[in-house]
């Protein structure tokens, strides 16, 4: 006999913990669910921020809230109010502990950790066969969220990296009202480098470098810079070093092709869940969890992520390639967006949710000469009007 599901999660990190969640609510009722995890425990390995209006999912979770947020070269320091919409917090162990419990709590969702997939999932008598490091498990449907094996680096127009520390000073170090989005005083020559700063407490925070460059970068690719950025930012004070976090995001990646068949479906984030250009996922795998959840209980195919609007996907990537020709450009053009007066337009633009003054806002806010001649090089017949890109 081999354990049969209605649903396998193959990964139970942010997103298939967020549908299992998501089904968890509805009690008794819904599919047979499996969540596969590799990891035998889950332990504090990232922090999760977002923008969160009335109705986010899982504000209860978050420990933090700032109502302003600071973009910053060396000469120019913008700070955005976000009273209105605050810049939230919550620790994965906050998250992971919500989603065990909310599982724990329901009989037809088992939590399987310490399960590794070990192959790609076949397809036997309409059922999938998926081998693991203990067993073959078969279910109907699978939502894939595991990461593509190795970044596919050609896939993306940049790579988000950061490495960072939690950091406890012995002084006071730190504005526990203000986060540092970007600052970048402290940026290399010719590479869009950052820090982003999340103070938590005035003695404690998350001190990150971060680097948007043509191809991800691993931890001992930031160490150096990260470590020149938290002597910078704790002065002479005493620390010690609570956690370190590392990430690579892909921005600006084509949207994934469905499968074609629709009992398969990937998801996560190198499968539509990031914000192109900003990095953020959290809020959109929430709502892809609730939309996926909401198919699986009404007897229909999983969902993959829904794709943005044609306008905030043109958008992103004619941002991201800008940022990409031109690096040098990267802090006066993300001050230039800070600096919209409302800074209700950049924050709705950044959360997915922008109207068509938010839309207008952005593009007035930015000048026009490199979006114009990146324009040009995409389009071969206004090439042909601009040689050498003279449109700017
Ligand atoms: C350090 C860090 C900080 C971030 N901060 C933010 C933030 O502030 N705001 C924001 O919006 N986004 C943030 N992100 C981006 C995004 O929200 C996270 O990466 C999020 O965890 C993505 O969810 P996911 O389910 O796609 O991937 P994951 O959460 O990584 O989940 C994938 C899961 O698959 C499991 N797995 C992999 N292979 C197998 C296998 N063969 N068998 C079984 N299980 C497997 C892994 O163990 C993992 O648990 C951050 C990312 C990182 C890495």
Redesign the pocket.
């Known amino acids: 006999m081999h354990p049969d599901s209605d649903v396998a999660i193959?990964?139970?990190?942010?997103?298939?913990?967020?549908l299992a969640m998501r089904l968890a609510e509805s009690g008794a009722k819904g599919p047979k669910v499996v969540v596969?995890?590799?990891?035998a425990l889950y332990v504090p390995?990232?922090?999760?921020?977002?923008w969160a209006d009335d109705d986010t999912r899982l504000r209860h979770l978050a420990q933090h809230r700032w109502s302003s947020l600071a973009v910053a070269d060396c000469q120019t320091r913008v700070t955005v109010d976000c009273r209105a919409v605050p810049y939230q917090?919550i620790p994965?162990d906050l998250f992971y502990a919500a989603a065990v419990r909310a599982i724990a709590q329901t009989p037809r969702i088992e939590l399987a950790l310490n399960?590794?997939?070990?192959s790609e999932p076949r397809k036997e008598d309409q059922r999938w066969r998926i081998e693991?490091s203990t067993q073959v498990r078969y279910a109907k449907q699978i939502i894939d969220?595991?990461?593509p094996p190795r970044p596919e680096r050609e896939s993306a127009i940049l790579w988000q990296s950061?490495l960072?520390q939690e950091v406890t000073c012995e002084t006071a170090r730190f504005d526990p009202d203000c986060a540092t989005l970007m600052d970048f005083s402290a940026g290399c020559e010719g590479t869009i480098a950052f820090l982003y700063l999340l103070p938590f407490s005035k003695q404690r925070a998350l001190i990150e470098a971060t680097v948007f460059a043509p191809k991800p970068l691993g931890p001992s690719d930031l160490a150096a810079r990260l470590e020149h950025l938290v002597r910078q930012q704790v002065g002479g004070a005493g620390f010690s070093v609570l956690r370190t976090?590392?990430?690579?995001?892909p921005m600006g990646q084509a949207t994934p092709a469905p499968l074609t068949d629709p009992t398969y479906v990937r998801?996560?984030?190198?499968?539509g869940?990031?914000r192109s250009a900003s990095?953020?996922?959290?809020?959109?795998?929430q709502r892809w969890a609730e939309d996926c959840a909401a198919a699986l209980m009404a007897g229909l195919p999983p969902k993959a992520h829904a794709p943005d609007p044609w306008l905030l996907r043109s958008m992103d990537r004619l941002f991201l390639r800008v940022l990409r020709a031109k690096p040098e450009a990267a802090p006066e053009l993300f001050l230039r967006l800070f600096a919209i007066k409302d800074s209700g337009h950049m924050i709705r633009f950044m959360n997915d949710r922008p109207t068509l003054a938010d839309y207008a806002a952005i593009v007035w806010a930015l000048p026009a000469g490199p979006f114009l001649r990146e324009m040009t090089r995409s389009l071969p017949a206004l090439s042909a009007l601009f040689p050498g890109g003279r449109a700017g």
Do not use: K, N, Y
């Open positions: 193959l990964g139970g990190g942010c997103a298939g913990l967020s596969l995890e590799e990891r390995d990232r922090t999760w921020c977002f917090m994965s399960e590794t997939v070990i693991t969220t595991r990461p950061f960072g976090e590392h990430g690579t995001l998801v996560g984030v190198a499968r869940g990031v990095g953020f996922a959290f809020q959109r795998i």
